[in-house]
């Protein structure tokens, strides 16, 4: 069961891969790098079925600071460091998230 809340532009994801266990990702949505997938600092964690998931493995990633859910073809980049403008970023049709702080 997965559910999602979305106060203020940030994301709360909440994920029950169990009845006894569960885990909750917090991301704020960066409106202005969403639809553009940046290169410098990226690392490509291949497909995956939803944004969600695509938090998952950036919370997993300790040197993850925000990640790129590429909506089309379902590839989650994460980044060590958040993007500052969007020069040399291209665009692609995703939502960029990051974590708050």
């Not at 969403?34 to 695509?54: E, L, N, P, Q, T």
């Amino acid at each position: 069961m997965v559910s999602m809340f979305i106060r203020s532009g940030v994301l709360a994801l909440l994920c029950m891969a169990h009845v006894a266990t569960q885990e909750q990702f917090v991301f704020k949505h960066v409106i202005a790098l969403s639809g553009f997938r940046c290169v410098a600092s990226a690392k490509s964690v291949g497909v995956v079925r939803s944004k969600i998931m695509c938090a998952g493995a950036c919370k997993r990633d300790v040197g993850c600071k925000a990640f790129f859910h590429d909506v089309t073809s379902g590839e989650c980049f994460t980044y060590g460091t958040v993007p500052t403008s969007t020069a040399g970023c291209s665009v692609r049709h995703g939502a960029f998230f990051k974590k708050p702080g």
